[in-house]
């Protein structure tokens, strides 16, 4: 069962019923998620925070960035919000210069004051020069940190930032006999995303004769290079290399399957689905939600790519 709930700016709580639609969207390589939802009747009161929960669940929880009260032969509200991961875009970080600074200090300068309450993972020291240039967010600075320090992208659920290694939360099969259901699938080969190589200079006064090679896309006849300039890090620096031959071939195949069932908080489940066409489509995770409800139907769109070894 869904629950919806919100605050109002003077921090009051309620419960809000007879919702008619709903929209929730998520996408591991957008930031926010977003949830819009039209409710009978008018909420005049300004409400800046809302949360979804499935049961004991918390599937969504964000600030307000739109109220609309419409009126015609019905009376509506609508609201449209993004999680807490969109008040770290809309600010700008404070330019500064650190050295060697650790994780409590980067989350009390760019998260804390923004309503992240908390971080999970171990308290790490940057090695080294840590620099916040002017104009980026206080999203990308956290980014930055997390990708140099932890070697992955940071995770937001609710108020709470996950630094630690994104780890799948659990599996999802499906299957119109025995598993969940689905309506319609889709398998899609994208030849254009694949990398063959990436050309890579190493040190000042060199050419990029460094080459990751990417043996799959040769195989398949493909040629697309890309070049990179690793000196800020060296030998190091090619690690991004092979980063971006990695994100590449997790794009190439695209699994789209369209259910009734409803799939919420699953982005970066694995998932196996059983197909007339093929016996097991396996190896990969769900990439993307968006979830519809409405009069006419409930339905999730999910996007699956090749889990990358």
């Excluded at 925070?49 to 499935?54: D, F, G, I, K, M």
């Excluded at 009734?260 to 993307?288: M, T």
């Excluded at 519809?292 to 889990?307: G, Y």
Aim: aromatic content about 12%; charged content about 30%; some cysteine.
């Amino acid at each position: 069962m869904l629950r919806f709930f919100a605050k109002d700016i003077f921090g009051d709580d309620m419960e809000l019923f007879f919702w008619e639609e709903m929209e929730f969207s998520s996408e591991e390589e957008i930031p926010a998620d977003s949830l819009k939802v039209t409710l009978w009747g008018e909420y005049l009161q300004e409400l800046c925070e809302v949360s979804l929960y499935e049961n004991e669940e918390l599937l969504f929880e964000g600030l307000v960035d739109e109220q609309t009260v419409s009126v015609s032969d019905k009376v509506q509200t609508s609201i449209v919000a993004r999680s807490f991961t969109g008040v770290l875009l809309d600010n700008e970080a404070y330019p500064k210069t650190y050295i060697k600074p650790d994780t409590k200090l980067i989350f009390s300068r760019y998260l804390e004051p923004y309503g992240i309450k908390s971080f999970v993972g171990e308290n790490k020291i940057f090695p080294g020069e840590f620099k916040v240039e002017k104009g980026i967010s206080c999203f990308a600075a956290a980014v930055k940190f997390a990708k140099e320090v932890y070697g992955c992208m940071p995770r937001i659920k609710g108020k709470v930032i996950f630094f630690e290694k994104d780890k799948a939360p659990g599996k999802l099969v499906f299957s119109n006999t025995d598993g969940l259901t689905y309506k319609k699938l889709s398998y899609t080969r994208n030849r254009y995303r694949l990398i063959s190589s990436v050309r890579a200079k190493v040190k000042n006064g060199g050419d990029y004769s460094v080459v990751v090679r990417n043996p799959k896309a040769t195989h398949k006849g493909i040629k697309r290079e890309k070049y990179l300039n690793a000196i800020p890090r060296g030998r190091a620096g090619l690690n991004s290399a092979d980063n971006y031959i990695s994100e590449a071939d997790s794009k190439y195949e695209v699994l789209t399957l369209i259910t009734n069932e409803r799939c919420l908080g699953v982005v970066g489940f694995d998932a196996s689905i059983a197909s007339e066409c093929k016996s097991l489509l396996d190896g990969f995770y769900i990439s993307a939600v968006r979830y519809i409800f409405d009069s006419n139907k409930e339905e999730t769109k999910l996007t699956l790519r090749r889990r990358q070894a």
